[in-house]
């Protein structure tokens, strides 16, 4: 079998081969083709981003928590709207369902924004309308509503 050892003898330098280092390659010689490289650009200017010293969540804070809310009212709020409120016992008895304490309603602006027998209770949800009417449905009075989508922005 042959031997793939070199001899003993051989000094150990004749038997690497000779590679140029790294340094001495220059890019400056021209590409097959022609062609010149051409030199690499300079690095990007580094961005220096800043946090602000405080942010000022208050607006999103003040949405959370109102009433406008989707998580606490649902997408859509209503416009009620009732007519012929035209005498004193009608009043009366709209007052009373006006005045139950779990509407949140301030009852007597209400009765005060009264115009020529008609009345709008805006931003309603959808709750609260359903139980309101409910309660005035029997009163010989126009009833309609209008429903629509939040659309307040923060």
Do not use: C
Request: hydrophobic share 35%; no cysteine.
């Amino acid at each position: 079998m042959p031997s793939f050892e070199a001899p003993m003898s051989a000094p150990l330098e004749s038997v690497t081969p000779s590679m140029p280092s790294i340094s001495a390659v220059e890019f400056s010689e021209p590409l097959p083709g022609g062609e010149t490289q051409e030199p690499l650009p300079e690095p990007p200017p580094q961005i220096i981003v800043t946090k602000p010293k405080s942010l000022n969540l208050s607006d999103i804070a003040d949405f959370g928590n109102s009433e406008a809310s989707l998580g606490k009212d649902g997408p859509y709020i209503y416009d009620v709207l009732i007519w012929n409120i035209d005498s004193k016992e009608i009043r009366e008895n709209l007052r009373e369902a006006l005045q139950d304490k779990r509407f949140g309603w301030d009852s007597d602006r209400i009765m005060g924004s009264i115009k020529q027998g008609a009345v709008r209770i805006s931003k309603v949800n959808a709750v609260k309308a359903a139980v309101f009417i409910n309660r005035i449905k029997n009163l010989p009075l126009g009833i309609s509503w209008e429903q629509s989508m939040h659309t307040e922005s923060i």
